[in-house]
């Protein structure tokens, strides 16, 4: 296992294109830390930077303590997952994993018990006289973890590995993931532009946005406290809904917000640094937003109904600016119905001020 830190990491390409800008991040001692965000921010460059294949143009990677910049790939103690598989064809699933081991000269005895104690974490043992094209794309995966499992890293990084597999696969490989984590207690570096996999997944969090890290933290801490929009927008699914406002008068814990002619008022933690008249965005999650009257709450619009089972989604329309709007419950009223013209408002405290420059103004 190891610690991870890095100090005002910078990555620039030629042309001076600069992809990562100022990171910092610590990485505790059998973490499962995960970097997400969307495609272009910069998560996967990291990744290929902590572990070698690309140079840091400016900054300090500790690995240990120990600067690593410089140090060869193969000597960082680091082991990568990628989303392609890249398993040789020609040989059966136990050559595969232990390839590394026999090129580094090792002991044909011991290659052969380090596979077979990474065959039995993973549950292939039955599958290691096989070859890649008679395997699941959910065994060649597994195949691909053990082939780093074999060599016994003191940090494991996974560049995107579900991608390729289909939905009901994807939610058992997390499961086994989270297992293999749990047995191994060894660092863990995870990619990934899914959200739900990030929640589900890292203890800890890491935002990643245009070459930086917005935010991190523990995923619910994140959920519930996001620290601007984007970080909300990003996590939660449905996305959480944003609704432009102005601020009004603050009385005590009560506000007032201008949505164009129509003002409500709305219950806060404490003063709000906003001037009256300021731009907002109120942010409220699909599972927050709730049917009231059209006379207390927003005016709006119902577009269409899904029934999911366990849950059903109204998608709606905001009466005054026609913003889109999304609602979560495990049921609604009768009159939520399409074509219906129906009252929102979030429930009380379960909603997020925003101002005009993304900041959120009510995080604790």
């Not at 579900?162 to 191994?184: F, G, P, T």
Request: hydrophobic letters at 40%; proline letters at 4%; glycine letters at 10%.
């Amino acid at each position: 296992m190891a610690t991870l830190h890095l100090r005002n990491i910078r990555k620039s390409y030629d042309g001076g294109t600069e992809v990562i800008k100022g990171l910092n991040l610590d990485v505790a001692d059998g973490e499962f830390m995960v970097f997400v965000g969307p495609s272009g921010c910069g998560k996967s460059t990291m990744l290929r930077m902590i572990a070698g294949l690309e140079d840091i143009t400016e900054g300090e990677l500790l690995i240990d303590g120990q600067r690593a910049n410089d140090v060869q790939p193969s000597k960082r103690g680091i082991a990568m997952v990628f989303q392609s598989y890249a398993l040789y064809p020609h040989m059966t699933v136990g050559e595969n994993m232990g390839f590394a081991l026999k090129l580094d000269g090792k002991p044909k005895e011991e290659v052969k018990a380090a596979v077979g104690r990474a065959a039995e974490i993973l549950q292939i043992s039955h599958l290691l006289d096989r070859r890649p094209k008679a395997l699941s794309g959910g065994q060649r995966q597994r195949v691909a973890i053990g082939r780093s499992i074999v060599r016994k890293p003191k940090v494991f990084l996974f560049d995107e590995p579900l991608s390729n597999l289909d939905a009901a696969l994807r939610v058992q490989m997390r499961i086994e993931l989270a297992k293999l984590h749990d047995e191994l207690k060894t660092t863990m570096i995870y990619v990934t532009h899914d959200q739900v996999e990030a929640m589900t997944l890292g203890d800890r969090i890491a935002v990643f946005n245009g070459g930086k890290v917005e935010q991190v933290g523990r995923p619910l801490d994140l959920y519930k406290q996001p620290v601007n929009q984007f970080v909300g927008a990003f996590l939660g699914s449905p996305q959480m809904n944003f609704i432009e406002c102005r601020s009004g008068d603050q009385l005590g814990d009560m506000m007032e917000l201008h949505f164009g002619d129509v003002v409500r008022r709305v219950q806060v933690a404490g003063p709000i640094a906003a001037a009256k008249g300021d731009t907002l965005h109120l942010g409220v999650r699909p599972e927050d937003l709730q049917v009231v009257g059209a006379s207390i709450g927003l005016p709006a619009r119902v577009e269409l109904v899904e029934h999911l089972g366990d849950a059903t989604i109204v998608y709606a329309t905001d009466a005054v600016s026609g913003a889109p709007l999304t609602l979560k419950a495990t049921d609604f009223p009768d009159e939520v119905r399409v074509g219906a013209r129906i009252g929102l408002s979030p429930r009380a405290g379960a909603f997020h001020l925003f101002a005009a420059d993304g900041r959120s103004l009510t995080r604790q």
